[in-house]
């Protein structure tokens, strides 16, 4: 397992941007057109569209005939591909409750793993024309033309801080809720809504702490290195690797985040022990 050099890294952004734009484009005629709304589960709503399956299958043959080799894991079609270190994982339309109910609180998430961890995110909002991109080279948005870096901002204590979820009902079990809302209670503001949206404005500086539980690691994978590229930090409520999913807290400080994973982990503890 070799690490992209830099000439690699930049053709699989340019790519990836490629990626990004088809499924925009096979997305945005379904975006406000009353289209239908699959349930993919019995036990809880969890919607899918035809925009979904759509934009996961144009990006799926475009990475099969460029980059056969590659593996792939989608949200609406499950792993594929072919046999190396490295793989794309894919969730068409992130924030799936947003786009039916025609808020833009939504993205396509694209990332790229090397083996080893995510090296390659992005994050695009092909209806406001925002594309958040992470790397080792950097976190940018690209918007109209125009490229601007992010950076995280400080934030030392929960006093000061700006918390959210996408929705307390998503965090799977009354533990769970209990302590995000243990942490929620300590912060500045509170704000519910978001997906994948609220990790970019993290990353764009404006909030400081999303808090998220039964991530699948296709939610995940393209977030992490738009955050860490920005200054911020991804990991699992303990504090472990987040790239698979499950309970994730997101900072744009390094204080905050250890302050709020000490107390949902008290708090878990507690009530779960």
Request: glycine share 12%; hydrophobic share 40%; net charge negative.
């Amino acid at each position: 397992m070799s690490e992209l050099d830099d000439n690699a890294l930049q053709e699989l952004i340019a790519f990836a941007c490629g990626l990004a734009d088809a499924a925009g484009a096979a997305i945005l005629p379904f975006f406000r057109a009353g289209i239908a709304v699959e349930n993919k589960r019995t036990e809880a709503f969890d919607p899918v569209t035809e925009a979904d399956r759509q934009a996961e299958r144009v990006i799926r043959q475009q990475i099969e005939k460029t980059y056969p080799t590659h593996r792939i894991q989608g949200e609406e079609f499950g792993a594929g591909g072919g046999k190396s270190d490295l793989c794309w994982y894919i969730d068409p339309i992130d924030g799936t409750r947003a786009f039916v109910t025609g808020s833009p609180m939504w993205g396509v998430l694209i990332g790229l793993h090397d083996g080893r961890a995510p090296v390659l995110g992005i994050m695009d909002q092909p209806f406001t024309g925002e594309r958040f991109i992470g790397s080792r080279f950097g976190a940018y948005l690209w918007h109209k033309g125009g490229t601007q870096q992010l950076q995280t901002r400080a934030c030392a204590d929960l006093a000061q801080a700006v918390v959210t979820t996408t929705h307390p009902d998503l965090l799977g079990t009354t533990a769970e809720r209990d302590a995000y809302l243990a942490v929620a209670d300590q912060c500045m503001l509170n704000r519910y809504g978001g997906d994948c949206y609220a990790y970019a404005m993290l990353a764009h500086g404006l909030t400081d702490l999303v808090i998220e539980s039964g991530l699948n690691s296709y939610d995940i994978q393209a977030l992490i290195p738009i955050v860490t590229a920005a200054g911020g930090i991804v990991t699992a409520w303990d504090g472990g690797p987040a790239d698979q999913g499950g309970r994730i807290i997101a900072a744009g400080d390094s204080r905050v985040h250890a302050q709020a994973c000490q107390m949902l982990c008290d708090r878990l503890a507690r009530t779960e022990g």
